[in-house]
């Protein structure tokens, strides 16, 4: 068969390079869907928060406890966090129930306040607070408690440990095992970095069941609103963690009783309790609700 003259196969090359790239194009990857994204988003956080984990003896521990209760994967993908969380603290003379909704990525929380006051007399009330991160606000500003720069967020970070305990800048320390209640649990010390969170000196220790690799109870101290220098020596709370449940694929504590812990290591005088219900990781979060309405009084971190 003769060669096509060179005047054919000019005429015909822009045809042939069309055909050539709509059949690349045919061939070539489709982009990866928003499924396939948010599914890679949740596997880099997974991986990066196991790296952070596997450092130390105590971070391994800490790794444990997630997997027992529910893990990092279903962790990362739970977006919100929900529920209503009622506490009573006899000594602060205060009672309060909140329903709150968190962004789980941000950290952002808004609070429907529903009953506030006394310990023994609280008052049922219409009013709301928030945090963002950066500052806190209730409303109407005539509700003086609970203070919203430190409700905003502590109830929310009671409720997911042991999850939000795989955030960065935590440090992790295994410490001996120690018996509590006739069990010996296995134990770590979680603290934050120095430029972490508005309390950095505050500590989470945790009991871990041998058996299950539950969080049946921790210690904590609070040093929001003390004048204290960091690694100050605070008192400890002993806070036990009741009534598991699951939702989501995430297991949680849904009571919480806290005792003086002494200094010789034993539990001391009751001293606080919260319930939380109506537990949620997929509820939605209204971005809406952290703007303040006009008349809300603003509350600095301390």
Same mark, same amino acid.
């Given at each position: 068969?003769?060669?096509?003259?060179? #005047?054919?196969?000019?005429?015909?090359?822009?045809?042939?390079?069309?055909?050539?790239?709509?059949?690349?194009?045919?061939?070539?990857?489709?982009?990866?869907?928003?499924?396939?994204?948010?599914?890679?988003?949740?596997?880099?956080?997974?991986?990066?928060?196991?790296?952070?984990? #596997?450092?130390?003896?105590?971070?391994?521990?800490?790794?444990?406890?997630?997997?027992?209760?529910?893990?990092?994967?279903?962790?990362?993908?739970?977006?919100?966090?929900?529920?209503?969380?009622?506490?009573?603290?006899?000594?602060?003379?205060?009672?309060?129930?909140?329903?709150?909704?968190?962004?789980?990525?941000?950290? /952002?929380?808004?609070?429907?306040?529903?009953?506030?006051?006394?310990?023994?007399?609280?008052?049922?009330?219409?009013?709301?607070?928030?945090?963002?991160?950066?500052?806190?606000?209730?409303?109407?500003?005539?509700?003086?408690?609970?203070?919203?720069?430190?409700?905003?967020?502590?109830?929310?970070?009671?409720?997911?440990?042991?999850?939000?305990?795989?955030?960065?800048?935590?440090?992790?320390?295994?410490?001996?095992?120690?018996?509590?209640?006739?069990?010996?649990?296995?134990?770590?010390?979680?603290?934050?970095?120095? /430029?972490?969170?508005? #309390?950095?000196? /505050? #500590?989470?220790?945790?009991?871990?069941?041998?058996?299950?690799?539950?969080?049946?109870?921790?210690?904590?101290?609070?040093?929001?609103?003390?004048?204290?220098?960091?690694?100050?020596?605070?008192?400890?709370?002993?806070?036990?963690?009741?009534?598991?449940?699951?939702?989501?694929?995430?297991?949680?504590?849904?009571?919480?009783?806290?005792?003086?812990?002494?200094?010789?290591?034993?539990?001391?005088?009751?001293?606080?309790?919260?319930?939380?219900?109506?537990?949620?990781?997929?509820?939605?979060? /209204?971005?809406?609700?952290?703007?303040?309405?006009?008349?809300?009084?603003?509350?600095?971190?301390?």
């Amino acid at each position: 068969m003769p060669a096509l003259p060179c #005047s054919c196969w000019t005429r015909s090359a822009p045809l042939l390079l069309v055909f050539l790239l709509a059949l690349a194009a045919c061939e070539s990857p489709e982009a990866p869907t928003e499924e396939a994204q948010v599914a890679g988003a949740i596997e880099q956080q997974v991986a990066e928060a196991t790296e952070r984990l #596997s450092q130390s003896e105590g971070g391994e521990l800490v790794q444990r406890v997630i997997d027992a209760h529910g893990g990092l994967e279903a962790w990362y993908r739970a977006p919100t966090s929900s529920y209503t969380w009622e506490y009573a603290n006899a000594d602060a003379d205060l009672r309060f129930t909140s329903f709150l909704v968190a962004d789980n990525q941000t950290r /952002d929380v808004y609070h429907d306040l529903l009953v506030t006051g006394s310990y023994e007399d609280p008052d049922t009330v219409e009013a709301r607070f928030a945090w963002d991160g950066q500052e806190a606000w209730i409303y109407p500003e005539d509700i003086e408690r609970p203070n919203p720069a430190f409700w905003g967020i502590s109830g929310y970070y009671f409720q997911q440990i042991p999850f939000v305990l795989a955030d960065p800048g935590v440090n992790y320390e295994l410490l001996p095992d120690e018996e509590l209640n006739g069990t010996t649990y296995e134990m770590v010390r979680t603290y934050f970095g120095a /430029d972490v969170g508005a #309390s950095p000196g /505050d #500590s989470y220790t945790l009991y871990v069941h041998p058996e299950t690799g539950q969080v049946d109870a921790i210690r904590y101290t609070v040093s929001y609103g003390r004048d204290v220098p960091p690694n100050a020596d605070l008192p400890e709370t002993l806070l036990f963690y009741e009534d598991l449940v699951t939702v989501d694929g995430l297991m949680t504590a849904t009571t919480y009783r806290g005792y003086d812990f002494t200094a010789d290591g034993e539990r001391g005088a009751f001293k606080n309790e919260a319930f939380a219900d109506s537990l949620s990781f997929t509820r939605p979060f /209204d971005r809406a609700r952290l703007e303040a309405p006009e008349g809300a009084r603003f509350v600095r971190p301390e």
